[in-house]
């Protein structure tokens, strides 16, 4: 988990990251998809000692992603979690710099979140599922 927190230090507007363990990491920064868009509190729980393929989850903390006409945008996990990419189609391994993945592709799905949220039509991409 050290050189995951160091390249979220080195490349990412940290706020603050935490190494609880060897294998767990939360970071929190911001990110500001275009310099017309919102700037975004986000956190990272990134755990690798699952039964599973680690996979990192983001979290929108502020300001929180709005409904549009009574609903909330596609290709989210949650009501403030993005899905960021594909799973099965190994998009992300864990061998992958947080920063350098994870946290970019969090800006980008932002900012196809408030084309979204202006628009009612999401030009980000994605397989339904």
Not at 85 to 92: A, H, K, M, R, T
């Amino acid at each position: 988990m050290g050189f995951q927190a160091q390249g979220l230090r080195k490349y990412c507007d940290t706020i603050r990251v935490q190494v609880h363990s060897p294998s767990h990491l939360e970071w929190v920064g911001r990110v500001q998809p275009a310099p017309y868009c919102d700037q975004y509190k986000i956190r990272i729980h990134y755990r690798t000692n699952t039964r599973f393929v680690p996979r990192p989850e983001v979290t929108v903390l502020n300001p929180l992603l709005e409904l549009r006409d009574g609903k909330g945008c596609p290709h989210r996990y949650a009501e403030q979690k993005p899905c960021l990419y594909y799973p099965p189609g190994n998009e992300w391994r864990p061998d992958m710099l947080l920063a350098l993945s994870i946290v970019p592709w969090t800006s980008r799905w932002l900012y196809f979140y408030e084309i979204w949220l202006t628009t009612g039509e999401w030009h980000g991409g994605g397989i339904e599922h």
